[in-house]
């Protein structure tokens, strides 16, 4: 199983940016995709998530300008960074996850996003 994160980079703040997760060897379409977020020494923190049906959730610092959406035929994840702040900056990860007590999930190596005032 590999979640291959991308798209990360540094921006000033307002800035934008897409990161995408290309995932393979899961059933893609039947995983909760999500993004978390990590500071170092902190702890990791969910940004978004999206169903394998399409139902999103969004952390409330993120609602309204960030946006998660899938390609279930290209077993992609993406999420769309709008009117970033400093504050946003982290290492982004990428998730797998399926809805059944005791499977773990799949992570990503993640992707730095850096914003600056």
């Known amino acids: 199983v590999q979640l291959v994160e991308s798209g990360g980079g540094s921006v000033q703040s307002g800035g934008s940016l897409r990161l995408s997760c290309a995932a393979s060897?899961?059933?893609?379409?039947?995983?909760?995709m999500g993004w978390y977020r990590q500071l170092p020494g902190e702890q990791r923190e969910r940004v978004a998530t999206?169903?394998?049906?399409?139902?999103?959730d969004y952390a409330d610092s993120v609602k309204g300008r960030f946006t998660i959406s899938r390609d279930n035929a290209k077993n992609t994840v993406s999420l769309q960074l709008n009117s970033l702040k400093p504050e946003d900056s982290a290492v982004y990860y990428c998730k797998a996850a399926l809805p059944i007590n005791g499977v773990p999930p799949y992570w990503g190596q993640g992707t730095q996003v850096t914003v600056s005032s």
């Open positions: 999206i169903t394998n049906v399409g139902n999103t």
């Open positions: 060897g899961i059933t893609f379409s039947a995983y909760t």
